[in-house]
């Protein structure tokens, strides 16, 4: 059994997991409600509350695995695999990053600051602007449909290790392992 | 309406005398209004605006002031946006194509401010404020800006489900700058 991530490692992994299917559902679900009704206004306030959370928590996590790095992938595992899981790995830190930022971004061109749990006003880069309305909302999606994909071969991924490779990958992130 | 607030504006213009009624350069002026929506401030502009002015600075007491907006030109910088706030449940537009500010008196705040008191009319409902300025001469002008609080609620502005004040702050900020010609 080869060593586990530290339980903060753990904590932060699926916190930010959470996080980021509940936000995922969040923004489907908003962008269908027509017209501007008191839901819609809410759901897209907690969208980008969930999403402000989920980069700073990213943050501290790409902190905390600089300083403690993941355990090393077994033995049994092929170069393609190695080499493909980091590349992912990579995409999936990527994305927690960039999806975030264009919709911050997004959010700011339509005029719209992001003022945090309604309490906490956070910085506005850049004045309202039309012209990059179309642009950035596009770009959060394209980037909301790439995790998406990405999550799927993640998730693929995690249950290939347990149930057809039958190694150790998946229980190290679980929590309390035995 | 329009006929009454013209003649009203006359009215008043004879009483304040000496001075006579000027028109408000809208190209130089602007009107706006500020609200909280779950804390992000949102600003709506007024597009079209009117109305006349009759000011003395050397007997600013006796000035008197008429602002007239027009409610279809409020422009929250997105068209989906723009339509809503004329609805029913908001402004509406249709009924109440019109908003307004008529003083009743002036009083003196210091070097070049002012506390102008009267009524505000937004859809068809009035409302007693008192509005701080400051006046100052600018390029044959004389440029009035201020801003005073109201009480979104207190027009029936977002009914219904709307008048939920965590989602929709009951405060809104009046911004405005009017400039107005300077003459006898």
Do not use: C
């Not at chain 1, 959470?18 to 907690?46: E, Q």
């Not at chain 1, 950035?136 to 993640?154: K, M, Q, T």
């Not at chain 2, 009035?126 to 001469?137: E, K």
């Amino acid at each position: 059994m080869s060593a586990p991530y530290t339980s903060t490692a753990k904590w932060l992994h699926w916190l930010v997991a959470a996080l980021i299917f509940a936000n995922l559902a969040l923004g489907l679900t908003m962008v269908d409600i027509p017209g501007i009704t008191p839901t819609k206004l809410r759901y897209f306030n907690w969208h980008k509350w969930v999403g402000v959370t989920v980069f700073a928590l990213v943050t501290l996590r790409l902190a905390w695995r600089a300083m403690h790095p993941p355990p090393p992938l077994p033995d049994s595992m092929p170069r393609w695999e190695r080499r493909a899981a980091a590349a992912s790995h990579a995409a999936l830190y990527a994305l927690m990053f960039a999806l975030p930022l264009s919709g911050y971004f997004y959010s700011l061109a339509v005029g719209f600051p992001v003022v945090y749990l309604g309490l906490f006003p956070l910085p506005v880069l850049i004045e309202p602007n039309p012209a990059l309305k179309e642009p950035l909302v596009l770009l959060h999606h394209v980037l909301a449909w790439s995790i998406i994909v990405l999550l799927l071969v993640h998730v693929g991924a995690a249950l290939k290790h347990r149930f057809v490779d039958r190694d150790d990958v998946l229980q190290r992130i679980l929590p309390r392992q035995t | 309406m329009r006929v009454r607030q013209f003649l009203l504006a006359a009215m008043l213009s004879l009483v304040a005398g000496a001075v006579s009624a000027q028109t408000i350069d809208a190209a130089r002026s602007s009107v706006s209004a500020t609200f909280k929506q779950m804390g992000v401030p949102v600003e709506g502009k007024f597009k079209k605006i009117g109305g006349q002015v009759s000011y003395d600075a050397a007997n600013p007491a006796a000035a008197r002031a008429q602002v007239d907006v027009d409610i279809a030109s409020f422009d929250l910088g997105d068209p989906q946006y723009n339509r809503e706030v004329q609805q029913k449940d908001w402004f509406d537009g249709a009924r109440f194509p019109a908003a307004s500010f008529v003083s009743t008196g002036v009083k003196a705040a210091g070097a070049g401010r002012f506390e102008v008191s009267g009524k505000l009319t937004i859809k068809g409902r009035s409302v007693n404020v008192s509005v701080p300025l400051s006046a100052r001469a600018d390029g044959g002008a004389t440029v009035f800006e201020g801003s005073v609080p109201v009480r979104r609620l207190a027009f029936s502005i977002g009914e219904g489900e709307w008048k939920d004040t965590a989602l929709l702050a009951d405060e809104v900020v009046i911004k405005f700058r009017l400039a107005v010609p300077a003459g006898k």
